[in-house]
C-alpha cells in the first residue's frame, strides 16, 4: 500500500526530503493488525506510555533533586513539600516504576501463554528481555535516590553480590562504589546512569517495535495472518482500542497515586540513610521479589547469584528450549495447565522474597526455585515432544467470521 | 480467552496482596478510626491544633520536626501573626553578619521548626545515650502508620514479672522488643487546651498523632480531593473511549 499524495504543499516538500508522513501512515495508520488481537495485546502501547509518563515526571524531578548524601533526602522531601506539585510528580514516578513492570510482566506472560517468542519473533523476544534487564537496573538505581534506608542498605545488597565472583569480585564492588563503601560517590553515579538508562530504554524500544514490525504482531490464535481478511489497519481498530485500555489503566493508577501513593513502598525508606543501622529485614521493591527468592534459596553465594541472574538468561534461550511448532496455548492442552502452574510458582517466589529466609519460606523457596528451572529447562524442551495439540484453525479470519470473511473484507477495502 | 483474562486478574490481584511484606511484630495494633484516613478523609482542624499544642509542649522537648518550616503552619489554620509569634520564641542562629560574626536572632516563618538540640551528640548526651528520632515523617515511616504511634503513645504498661527490664528502659507493650527509652511522654492533664477539650492520655495521643500525620504529608487533603476528581472524570472518559471502541469495531463484530 502506497502512501497517500499528501495535499498540503509543506507536509509534500518534507515527506519528499524526509518520508516523516508517510513513515507515520505506514507503521501507525495502515499497519496491518491481526483482527482477532485480545486486550492483552494492549499492554504493548499501555507499556511504551508508562514509559513516557516516567519520562515526563522524572525529567522534572531531576529538575529539583539533589545527588548529595547529606541533601538527597531532604530534596525529596522538598519537592513533596514546597514544590508546586511536586507531590504529584513524585507520586507518579514512584507508583509509575510498580505499574512499568505490572505492565511488562502482564505484556510478557501474555507473550509466554500464546508463544509470541517462536519463529519468526525470537529477535523481538530478545530486545524484550533486554528492556526488562534494562528497566531492572533503572529501577534499582532509581529507589537509590531518595537515600532512605532500603535505599541505602538496598543498594548495599545488590553491589555486594558482585563481591560473590572469584578473584574480581571485591574489586568489582568497590569500582562500582566509587570507594570502599555505598556513600556519595555512589549516588551520584547512580543518578547520573538512572538518567542515562531511561533513554537507553527508549533506544531499545525503537529497536523493539522495528523488529516488531517486520513480522508483525503474533495473535491469540497463534497462526499467519494469510491476506487482509485475517487483518485490520492499526488506526482506528488498534488505536482506539490501545486508547480504552489506557484510560482503565489511568483510571486504576490514578487510585494509587492519589489514595495510596505509598501503598507499593516500604515505611523503611522514609528514614533518612544511615549506615551505622540496619534494617530489621532488607526487602527490595515488590518486581524484584522473585528474584530476590532464588538468591535466597540458595545456600552458596555465587551458585545463589548465578541462578538469580540465570532466572532472567534462560528467558534468551526460550525459543529454542520450547520445542512445539504450536504457538498459542489455545490449541496446546497440557501447556496451557503448566503455564498456569508457573505463573503461580512465580507469584509464591515473590511471597516467598517478602519474607525471612526461614523455615517453611526457605523450603518453599527452594521447591519454587527449582520448579521455576525445570519449566524452562526439562519440562517445555519435553512438551514439546509429548503433547499432542489440537488441531488448528486454517486462517484467522474462518474462526472469528464463519462463511462472512469475504462480504467484511470488502467492506474493509472501502474502509 | 475470557478464563485467561479473569485467571489472570485474579492471579495478579492475589499477587498484589500476597507480595506485600507482612513481618509482623509485637502484638496486633489496635485500629483506630482516623478522620483523615479514606478517600474523602480530612484533617480535623482542632486536632491539628491541639496536636500542636501537645507537640510544642511536650514532644518537642527530645524530638525534632526538621521538615517544617514555621510557615507551613498555616497548614493546620494558624494566621500570619500566630505564625509569626511562634516563631519568634526561639533563637535562631544566622549569620556571618558583616564583621563575620554568627549571631543570634528571632525565629522567622522562614525558618525551619527549631530543634532541641544541636546535633545528635548533644541530644544522646542529654537523653541517657538514646537519639529521639525525627518526627517529620514519622507517622509514614513505621509500619501501621498512625495506629502505631497511637499505641506507643498509650503502650506503656508495668513490665510484667518475667521481664527483666534494662537500665533507663521503659515496657511497652506495642514497642518491638517492649523496652523503649521513650520514659512515659505523655499524662492526664500534661497540656491545658484552649478549646477546653479534657486533656486525657488518649485525646493527646490521637491529637498529636493527627498532627505528625499532618507533618508526614501536609498535602493529603489536596492530594485526595484532586483524586477524587481526576478518577470521576477518568471513569467518565473510560466510558467514553469504550463506546468509541464499540462504535468503531462495530463493522466487524457484524
Avoid at chain 1, 533503572?138 to 538496598?154: D, E, I
Avoid at chain 1, 527508549?202 to 517495535?209: D, E, I, M, S, T
Avoid at chain 2, 549571631?103 to 546535633?119: E, M
Avoid at chain 2, 534494662?166 to 492526664?188: K, R, T, V, W
Amino acid at each position: 500500500m502506497n502512501a497517500p499524495e499528501w495535499k498540503n504543499p509543506v507536509v509534500r516538500w518534507i515527506d519528499f526530503r524526509l518520508p516523516i508522513f508517510s513513515f507515520v501512515y505506514h507503521e501507525l495508520g495502515v499497519y496491518p493488525a491481526p483482527r482477532n488481537l485480545n486486550y492483552f495485546w494492549t499492554f504493548g502501547s499501555l507499556a511504551g506510555i508508562v514509559l513516557v509518563i516516567m519520562l515526563a515526571s522524572g525529567i522534572v524531578l531531576a529538575f529539583n533533586y539533589t545527588p548529595h548524601a547529606t541533601m538527597a533526602f531532604d530534596s525529596v522531601e522538598r519537592i513533596m513539600r514546597d514544590v508546586n506539585w511536586g507531590w504529584l510528580l513524585r507520586y507518579i514516578h514512584m507508583n509509575g516504576g510498580s505499574a512499568f513492570f505490572i505492565v511488562v510482566y502482564i505484556h510478557m506472560f501474555r507473550g509466554l501463554y500464546y508463544g509470541s517468542y517462536k519463529y519468526p519473533r525470537e529477535v523481538l523476544w530478545f530486545l524484550g528481555v533486554i528492556i526488562l534487564l534494562l528497566m531492572m537496573a533503572t529501577a534499582f538505581m532509581g529507589y537509590v535516590l531518595p537515600w532512605g534506608q532500603m535505599s541505602f542498605w538496598g543498594a548495599t545488597v545488590i553491589t555486594n553480590l558482585f563481591s560473590a565472583f572469584p578473584l574480581v569480585g571485591e574489586s568489582i564492588v568497590t569500582w562500582l562504589w566509587g570507594g570502599y563503601s555505598v556513600d556519595n560517590p555512589t549516588l551520584n553515579r547512580f543518578f547520573a546512569l538512572h538518567y542515562l538508562l531511561a533513554f537507553v530504554i527508549v533506544g531499545a524500544v525503537a529497536v523493539h517495535l522495528w523488529a516488531l514490525h517486520v513480522q508483525k504482531s503474533n495473535n491469540p490464535l497463534g497462526i499467519d495472518t494469510k491476506g487482509p481478511q485475517d487483518t485490520v489497519p492499526f488506526h482506528p481498530y488498534m488505536t482506539v482500542k490501545d486508547l480504552f485500555s489506557l484510560s482503565v489503566f489511568l483510571t486504576v493508577f490514578s487510585m494509587f497515586v492519589f489514595f495510596a501513593p505509598n501503598f507499593f513502598g516500604e515505611p523503611d525508606n522514609y528514614i533518612p540513610a544511615n549506615p551505622l543501622v540496619t534494617p530489621p529485614h532488607i526487602v527490595p521493591e515488590w518486581y524484584f521479589l522473585p528474584y530476590y527468592a532464588i538468591l535466597r534459596s540458595i545456600p552458596d553465594k555465587l551458585t545463589g547469584v548465578l541462578a538469580m541472574f540465570g532466572s532472567i538468561f534462560v528467558l534468551f534461550l526460550l525459543p529454542w528450549l520450547d520445542t512445539s511448532r504450536v504457538r498459542s496455548g489455545s490449541f496446546r492442552p497440557t501447556y496451557k495447565k503448566f503455564f498456569w502452574v508457573f505463573v503461580v510458582d512465580c507469584i509464591v517466589l515473590g511471597y516467598v522474597g517478602a519474607n525471612p529466609p526461614e523455615g517453611y519460606f526457605l523450603i518453599l523457596g527452594r521447591v519454587a526455585t527449582i520448579y521455576y528451572f525445570f519449566h524452562f529447562i526439562i519440562l517445555l524442551p519435553l512438551l514439546g515432544w509429548f503433547e499432542r495439540p489440537l488441531p488448528l484453525p486454517t486462517s484467522i479470519s474462518q474462526p472469528v467470521l464463519g462463511g462472512r470473511a469475504a462480504a467484511t473484507a470488502r467492506h474493509m477495502e472501502k474502509a | 480467552m475470557r478464563r485467561f483474562a479473569l485467571s489472570a486478574l485474579a492471579a495478579l490481584a492475589f499477587g498484589l496482596t500476597a507480595t506485600t511484606p507482612n513481618a509482623a511484630e509485637g502484638p496486633a495494633l489496635p485500629k483506630e478510626h482516623w478522620p483523615f484516613a479514606g478517600i474523602f478523609g480530612t484533617f480535623d482542624r482542632g486536632a491539628l491544633n491541639r496536636g500542636f499544642q501537645v507537640y510544642k509542649e511536650v514532644c518537642s522537648a527530645c524530638h525534632s520536626l526538621s521538615l517544617i518550616y514555621y510557615r507551613h503552619l498555616e497548614g493546620i489554620g494558624l494566621t500570619a501573626e500566630e505564625i509569626r509569634a511562634i516563631a519568634a520564641e526561639k533563637e535562631v542562629t544566622d549569620g556571618p553578619n558583616d564583621e563575620g560574626d554568627m549571631f543570634k536572632r528571632p525565629g522567622r516563618p522562614s525558618d525551619r521548626y527549631v530543634a532541641p538540640f544541636a546535633n545528635e551528640n548533644a541530644s544522646r548526651t542529654a537523653n541517657n545515650g538514646a537519639y529521639p528520632p525525627d518526627l517529620s515523617l514519622m507517622v509514614k515511616a513505621r509500619k501501621g502508620g498512625p495506629d502505631y504511634l497511637y499505641a506507643i503513645l498509650t503502650g506503656y504498661k508495668d513490665a510484667p514479672a518475667d521481664v527483666k527490664m534494662m537500665d533507663g528502659l521503659h515496657y511497652n507493650e506495642f514497642f518491638p522488643g517492649h523496652q523503649i527509652a521513650m520514659p512515659l511522654p505523655l499524662s492526664e492533664g500534661g497540656v491545658t487546651f484552649a478549646d477546653g477539650t479534657a486533656a486525657t492520655v488518649e485525646t493527646m495521643a490521637r491529637d498529636v498523632t493527627t498532627f505528625l500525620a499532618w507533618t508526614a504529608e501536609p498535602e493529603m487533603e489536596q492530594r485526595k480531593q484532586l483524586g477524587v476528581k481526576v478518577v470521576l472524570f477518568l471513569i467518565v472518559f473510560t466510558g467514553l473511549t469504550y463506546a468509541v471502541k464499540r462504535k468503531v469495531w462495530a463493522d466487524l463484530h457484524a
